[in-house]
């Protein structure tokens, strides 16, 4: 089964909107970290965000948000006033400690910005 | 600026030949080091675990000796691809650990590799 499910694999919004990328993840364990990456076409991965298991407020940094809702497993990465340069690749990683430690990373979801 | 550093960016290599792929840690030392693979428009596949001053752990599936990889200090680790064919093209990204974090740890990543093999 999935571990990391990134469901739309490609979204489209206009400049200055906020968008939601979807994310859901699976474990067992209770101790957890997730991450968002961004990777642009040059294919450096770019660490966005980060939500800690026992975190009790959703992670901001900047422009991106976490919506952690972890009763439903779910931690969406939200951009608000979205710019051309935020177009890219985006990843969401869960890191797991057992049985390995380790990030397992979602499928991507491509986001492209127009004007 | 960028905390992890990768070279080469690129390379281009004759089928049989090995190449080396460097992956330097610019900020803090780091414990822990991962080599991962990635094929156009897919995710990101873990290829091993580098820790330094040890044995790296290899995933599933993938030959420890074809892909050798060597973490000799806190700040480098390298991944030799040796006798390379043309199924070993592909896009390789290492990425550093930053410890003393807690349960964050954030893993900063290089620019990656892009690999030919003709």
């Known amino acids: 089964a999935q571990k990391i499910t990134q469901t739309q694999p490609g979204m489209f919004v206009q400049e200055k909107e906020a968008v939601t990328l979807d994310c859901t993840y699976d474990?067992?364990?209770?101790?957890?970290?997730l991450f968002w990456y961004k990777q642009p076409s040059s294919g450096e991965m770019i660490f966005l965000i980060y939500?800690?298991?026992?975190?009790?407020q959703n992670a901001t940094e900047g422009r991106y948000s976490l919506n952690f809702q972890k009763a439903r497993k779910s931690a969406n990465l939200v951009i608000s006033a979205s710019q051309l340069g935020d177009s890219a690749m985006y990843f969401c990683?869960?890191?797991?400690?057992?049985?390995?430690?380790?990030?397992?990373f979602g499928t991507g979801t491509r986001l492209q910005v127009f004007p | 600026g960028a905390v992890v550093s990768q070279h080469p960016s690129w390379v281009i290599c004759k089928s049989g030949t090995s190449v080396k792929i460097e992956c330097r840690s610019l900020?803090?030392?780091?414990?822990?080091m991962f080599w991962y693979r990635q094929f156009p428009k897919q995710s990101l596949m873990l290829m091993a675990t580098?820790?330094?001053?040890?044995?790296?752990?290899?995933e599933q599936g993938v030959e420890k000796d074809k892909f050798l990889i060597n973490h000799a200090s806190l700040t480098l680790s390298t991944l030799t691809v040796t006798s390379a064919h043309p199924e070993d093209s592909s896009f390789y990204i290492c990425?550093?650990?930053?410890?003393?974090?807690?349960?964050?740890?954030?893993?900063?990543f290089g620019a990656g590799t892009r690999l030919s093999v003709l």
């Open positions: 580098s820790n330094e001053g040890s044995k790296a752990t290899y």
């Open positions: 990425s550093a650990r930053r410890p003393g974090q807690g349960a964050k740890n954030i893993q900063y």
């Open positions: 939500q800690g298991s026992y975190d009790q």
């Open positions: 474990t067992s364990d209770p101790s957890y970290g």
């Open positions: 990683a869960m890191r797991e400690y057992f049985p390995a430690d380790k990030l397992i």
């Open positions: 900020d803090f030392q780091a414990t822990t």
